[in-house]
């Protein structure tokens, strides 16, 4: 596990210089990267595991970036976009834009079979609880994902995230799929129950669907909704495990 290719180097996602960019300090010291130049991500394992990446990251911790902890570059590389606010109160975008080959191994799972959580108490929420209580068990616990997703930094000025087929995706519209089961471009039906206030998924939703993106998790018949920002979306994105059903409609 690990190998890769002599003289590949990492790239901190913002540079020294550019406007209204900290230096990682404090609770930020880790910076999020950017894809290797001259990658090929059709060849699988072409990139270190979480674990090794990480480790070259923290030693190099005096470069510059935009720093982020541990747990919040995780949970964004799970989500695989989201908006990064700085001191000066701009919002920029983080996008998607790579993954390292490595399979991606869910840590919910992983904090059940070890007896840490309940299957029933699984959520983003209870994850973060259980690691704000024990930051000891952080590195191990985050290093059993050997997946790393690598990000680009969106145009200053514009907001919102890009699916895998290059448009702009649209909350409680788009969703990603496993593009062998469900290509792009398609339009379904999702009829599904949402989180409500305490997490008990008791929330209607039937609507049409578009799939417009992927993921390294996504795998057969899974589907990920795409739920926004905000308050409302983090928190129905941080319940939403539920079976349902997603209809194909095709032309007659």
């Not at 990658?39 to 005096?62: D, I, N, T």
């Not at 973060?128 to 290093?143: F, I, K, N, S, Y």
């Not at 997703?149 to 890009?162: A, H, I, R, W």
Request: contains cysteine; positive net charge; proline residues 8%.
């Amino acid at each position: 596990m690990g190998s890769h290719r002599p003289g590949l180097r990492l790239h901190r996602l913002l540079r020294a210089g550019d406007p209204g960019v900290p230096r990682p300090q404090g609770a930020f010291p880790i910076p999020y990267l950017q894809i290797p130049s001259g990658s090929a991500q059709k060849a699988p394992l072409s990139h270190p595991s979480r674990h090794r990446l990480q480790r070259r990251v923290e030693g190099a911790r005096a470069g510059t970036g935009v720093g982020g902890n541990p747990v919040d570059i995780f949970m964004l590389q799970i989500q695989g976009s989201g908006r990064l606010r700085f001191e000066d109160g701009s919002v920029r975008s983080v996008l998607y834009d790579g993954q390292n080959g490595h399979k991606y191994v869910a840590l919910g799972r992983v904090m059940v079979d070890r007896g840490l959580l309940k299957r029933e108490e699984v959520s983003m929420f209870s994850i973060r609880e259980w690691l704000a209580a024990h930051p000891d068990q952080v590195t191990d616990l985050l290093d059993t994902n050997p997946s790393y997703v690598f990000f680009k930094l969106g145009k200053p000025g514009t907001s919102g995230s890009k699916g895998s087929m290059g448009r702009r995706i649209t909350p409680w519209v788009s969703v990603a799929t496993d593009q062998s089961v469900l290509p792009n471009g398609l339009l379904t039906l999702m009829n599904v129950t949402l989180p409500d206030e305490g997490g008990e998924h008791s929330v209607p939703f039937n609507a049409l669907t578009l799939p417009q993106d992927t993921g390294g998790a996504i795998k057969r018949n899974r589907v990920d909704l795409f739920c926004g920002n905000g308050e409302t979306a983090t928190h129905t994105a941080s319940y939403l495990d539920n079976r349902g059903a997603v209809f194909l409609l095709l032309p007659r």
